[in-house]
């Protein structure tokens, strides 16, 4: 168990479905983030929250739409995506923004849009 | 450019060998630090080393801030050191937290 924990971890969704990815953190973090993996290209940063208030959204398509309800969870919410889209979305937080010390991931959700 | 680069992208190596991971890293990247990826994609932090040298068992890294390069060394490797490496730093044009990756080493070790 790392502290930081996802739900689900493995989804299959159809394009014209809605569903929800959950993190948790467990760490007293302050920074939560979400990121992309794709096959064979690096991680890349979805968007960033900094106590509960999005700080950071890196040029992500409108059918993935964040939710930080309490610096302690975090949620993307996904609808009519693409196969395209099928990846490896790993939470992460941090103790805050400006330094990357306990940067903790968790263990992803592998979708995969049919 | 390429703000972070691993080198080499893949190495097999047999059990009990010792190898040698290069992350090359740009001046918009600071604070760097080592995952290791597991075959079912967790992302463990092995090393944050802005600069100097960290041992953790047989493992260890060291960083040369100024000539923007660190190292990973895994020494008398074990099957469970397969999986994938990545190098990541923070990306220096904002305080967002954002962390640059490097493109990773696939690491496979046989038996």
């Known amino acids: 168990e790392t502290g930081v924990t996802q739900t689900p971890r493995h989804l299959v969704m159809g394009m014209t479905n809605k569903k929800s990815l959950k993190c948790e953190q467990h760490?007293?973090?302050?920074?939560m983030y979400w990121y992309k993996q794709s096959a064979k290209k690096p991680l890349e940063l979805m968007f960033v929250y900094s106590l509960e208030e999005r700080v950071e959204n890196n040029s992500v398509p409108s059918r993935f739409s964040p939710e930080c309800p309490n610096s302690s969870h975090l949620f993307l919410h996904l609808h009519t995506l693409q196969p395209e889209d099928s990846a490896l979305y790993l939470c992460a937080s941090s103790p805050t923004t400006i330094a990357n010390y306990g940067y903790t991931f968790g263990s992803g959700t592998r979708l995969t849009v049919v | 450019g390429i703000q972070v680069e691993q080198s080499p992208p893949d190495l097999i190596l047999q059990e009990g060998a010792n190898s040698t991971l290069r992350c090359n890293f740009s001046?918009?990247?600071?604070?760097l630090q080592w995952f290791h990826q597991n075959p079912w994609g967790q992302l463990i932090n092995l090393f944050y080393?802005?600069?100097g040298t960290k041992q953790n068992g047989r493992l260890s890294a060291t960083t040369v801030a100024t000539e923007r390069y660190s190292l990973l060394y895994i020494s008398s490797s074990q099957t469970t050191d397969s999986g994938v490496y990545f190098c990541?730093?923070?990306?220096?044009?904002?305080?967002?937290?954002?962390?640059?990756f490097g493109q990773g080493t696939t690491l496979q070790v046989k038996p």
């Open positions: 080393i802005p600069s």
């Open positions: 760490l007293g973090h302050n920074a």
């Open positions: 001046d918009s990247v600071n604070n």
């Open positions: 990541a730093g923070l990306g220096g044009s904002s305080n967002t937290g954002k962390l640059i």
